[in-house]
């Protein structure tokens, strides 16, 4: 396959070098040798891209197209992005590690899916009419109007490069928004290859506009800068705390924030073991560890905690190797900086005293490998019990038999709150459990379910605002009401 990877800034419908003439190495993981070098985005080329978008928006064909129209353009988009579907999950595979079954059908697939759902959403943004106390007899009605905000901007992760693109830009743009997007600054390609897509599927110059480089430049300005209406960020939950502040303080633009996790999953002794075992497995090491509704702690009753981490070392089998293998079960871990915290976050581990069970360290290869790791008798006081890895280790406490009550205790004590889950046979218990456990996503006997019919988001200090589902154009859009006079004539 050759594959062809744009590599500059994309503004007003053009791939541009960055004003200052800048770029920097995209780093593959696999082997740590550079794929390419990108283009180093500035403010001034922030600027030059908020100002084509919203150009754009005033005045350009996007925001005055009939709605069903504008939904055939994202339709024509989803259909190239699955002929260049293989092509781009190379790219996604090389750029990010991702193993390249994976990146075919999550990475990619469900970023087509995201765009086919909101393309046939252009046509079914409504307002409604509304009784008023004044209706009679002086013959007055309100009716409300559903408006695009104007010029969004969207800076996305690492860990799902293109998805998280297509989960927050199909909403906005089938709502008449255009955009401003930066992509992480360690995986810019599928990003840069998307913009290519969307010339081709006609989208008009403007409404999209893709600037890679640093979070602490071109997200910065993002956030301040006076002619975003709104802002989507999906990473930290540091860095989404400034984000909200520089939104507020610039012009209150409209925020939403998906932000870090530990969720927590309880595996009650009455559960179908062997799919407890399976499903739990890919709930801590799907997509390598670097998946935000990641297991992050698992609680096992006390007496099927023996059997159960017998079962889990299975993972001693799973084949480590280059992610464009199909039968690699575990790529590498996406950049050098994250594979050096995640050793570290293994060594305080062992150093608080919880057990190592298998793995905490480097695969002696090249690139970025580490082994798939497990830790038991996790204490509640320690590090690795509040925070999350977000990598391949998965966390084990147990709790004793029967006692409900205290392990929904400690599996709430955490000020994140994205997702969780529950293992057992008892509906009565499962829904239980469900209710009370503080999470935007309850899991009963599955992991990893997602659809993009289904709203995503989190609580607590793993952000607000949905992704995904019907309700997600309500937060791409303004509702004004209207008052009017009518008769029966």
Known sequence: ?????????????????????????????????????????????????????????????????????RGSLLYKLADLMEEHQEELATIESIDSGAVYTLALKTHVGMSIQTFRYFAGWCDKIQGKTIPI????????????????????????PWNYPLM??????????AAGNTLVLKPAQVTPL?????????????????????LPGSGGMVGQRLSDHPDIRKLGFTGSTPIGKQIMKSCAVSNLKKVSLELGGKSPLIIFSDCDMDKAVRMVRDSVYFNKGENCIAAGRLFVEESIHDEYISRVEEIKKMKIGDPLDRSTDHGPQNHKAHLDKLL??????????????Y???????????????VFTEVEDHMFIAKEESFGPVMVVSKFKDGDVEGVLHRANDTEYGLASGVFTRDINKAMYVSERLEAGTVFVNTYNKTDVASPFGGFKQSGFGKDLGDKTKQTKTKQKPAYSTYSNL
């Open 359 to 373: 793995g905490g360290r480097q695969v002696d290869r090249p690139g970025f490998f580490m082994e798939p790791t």
């Open 1 to 69: 396959m050759t594959v062809k990877m744009p590599y500059q800034c994309f503004i007003n419908g053009k791939f541009e070098d960055a004003e200052n003439g800048k770029s920097y190495g995209t780093i593959n993981p696999t082997d740590g040798s550079t794929i390419c070098k990108v283009s180093y985005a500035s403010v001034g080329d922030v600027d030059r891209a908020v100002a084509a978008a919203k150009e754009a928006f005033d005045n350009g064909p996007w925001g005055r197209m009939n709605p069903r129209d």
């Open 133 to 156: 106390n004044q209706a009679r007899p002086n013959r007055n009605l309100t009716f409300t109007k559903k408006e695009p905000l104007g010029v969004c901007a969207i800076v996305i």
């Open 344 to 357: 570290e976050y293994c060594e305080v581990g062992v150093k608080e005293g919880a057990t190592l069970v």
């Open 164 to 173: 998280m693109l297509a989960w927050k830009s199909a909403a906005c743009l």
């Open 190 to 210: 599928t990003a840069l290859k998307f913009a290519e897509l969307s010339v081709k599927a006609g989208i008009p110059k403007g409404v999209i506009n893709i």
